[in-house]
């Protein structure tokens, strides 16, 4: 049989064929650019509302947490604020990491917002250090910090918020609505392959698509490597 195969077919079903058996990545940090710069991190992702990006590194031999909460502030002379709740998915109970300037100064204030009618500047329910906030010429504001984690925790629960201003020294309360009310996620501390492809999620944004959709990739790359073959050589 005389082969089919010309130059320009051969070589869109070949690299074709290579896109489908490379593994996929999804957001790649490079084009997460802190407006600071200061410090680099291992990890990056796309929140989902209010604009807001988080960089962070985990590490699991002291059991801590590194991060960087990038937002702009629902008003000029708002705040940002990024939390942990070690005790549900919502905002009660969220260890709060709250930015804003006070004086021409970035500050940052831990607050452990107990319920929704109590919000109170005080000691978190775990260690933080390094704490630091800046104001980038982009309008969006950066707040640093580190954390102490439970030992072999694999995720948290994360809330994340941005407000008007501050009044008499105290955060005004933010707006409640459906970005404002969906500003909750986990975040992934550690990365987990499994037999199916992960639910999408926002909270890795270096993470391999999982493995099973790595093996459907490798099978229709397999099948059309026989395919080029056949038109090649039978």
Not at 201 to 221: C, E, H, I, K, W
């Amino acid at each position: 049989m005389r082969s089919l195969c010309t130059p320009s077919l051969l070589l869109p079903l070949f690299c074709l064929c290579l896109t489908l058996i490379s593994p996929t990545h999804s957001t790649d940090c490079s084009s997460l650019k802190l407006s600071g710069g200061k410090k680099q991190y291992s990890n990056c992702t796309h929140l989902p509302t209010l604009n807001a990006t988080l960089h962070f590194t985990y590490n699991a031999t002291n059991s801590s947490l590194s991060i960087a909460f990038s937002a702009p502030p629902a008003k000029a002379g708002g705040w940002i604020a990024w939390a942990v709740n070690p005790t549900g998915t919502g905002m009660a109970g969220s260890q709060t990491l709250l930015a804003f300037k006070n004086n021409g100064s970035m500050v940052v204030k831990t607050y452990n917002i107990s319920s929704y009618s109590s919000i109170v500047e005080g000691k978190l329910s775990f260690d933080v250090w390094d704490l630091e906030a800046e104001a980038g010429s982009d309008g969006k504001m950066v707040l640093y910090g580190s954390l102490k984690v439970e030992e072999s925790a694999e995720k948290l629960n994360q809330v994340w918020q941005v407000g008007p201003g501050i009044a008499d020294g105290h955060p005004m309360k933010h707006e409640f609505n459906k970005a404002n009310l969906g500003s909750v996620g986990e975040l992934q501390l550690v990365e987990k392959l499994t037999p199916s492809s992960p639910s999408p999620s926002p909270q890795v944004a270096n993470a391999n698509s999982g493995y099973g959709l790595r093996v459907t990739q490798l099978n229709v790359g397999f099948w059309i490597l026989g395919l080029i073959y056949f038109i090649v050589f039978v």
